[in-house]
């Protein structure tokens, strides 16, 4: 009975061992997997998540001000017909 014991207490062990070093190894290969896709990602040109959404934010508020300025001038070129129609025939 001993001897059973002693055998399934060194597979135990065994199997323990494996395990630990079953873990090292995957986050081994999870470390180089992430450095291998960081540098991929650095390859890429891609930008940040802040400074698409500051570009954005920018390209809104230059359209929002085109906008703006567009009907501005249909104003201007309104009153300006007005002013021309209005003034002394040559």
Known sequence: MQTDNRILDDL???ATGALSAFGAIRQEVEAQVRL?????LQGQNLVAREEFDAVREMAANARAENERL???????????KILK???PES
């Open 70 to 80: 567009a009907e501005r001038v249909a104003a201007l070129e309104s009153e300006l």
């Open 12 to 14: 135990s062990r065994a």
């Open 36 to 40: 291998v896709v960081e540098r991929w």
């Open 85 to 87: 129609g209005s003034g």
